[in-house]
């Protein structure tokens, strides 16, 4: 059963307020390895957050460090960035 709650990454703790890619990765690492041990497992993001670069800091700070089986990662299709007109 998957707990109700996810762990956002659109707003991750920063070395550099001014530098939305400067994760603070000792954080982060902490904040992740809090969550799974207290049994949640659904992490949430998306493509464009924290300039392009919160899929890569979720896969180090998670994907790297923990069993793919213990969590559920969701991420978002920006589609105001597409270009490209459907018919």
Request: hydrophobic share 45%.
């Amino acid at each position: 059963m998957i707990k109700k709650l996810g762990f956002g990454c659109m707003r991750l703790p920063l070395l550099n307020k001014d530098d939305q890619t400067s994760v603070d990765f000792e954080q982060f690492n902490q904040m992740v390895d809090s969550f799974l041990e207290r049994g949640f497992t659904y992490f949430d993001t998306a493509y464009m957050y924290h300039n392009f670069k919160s899929e890569v800091a979720l896969r180090e700070a998670l994907v790297k460090r923990h069993s793919r089986q213990s969590f559920t990662v969701a991420t978002k299709m920006p589609v105001m960035i597409i270009k490209i007109k459907m018919i």
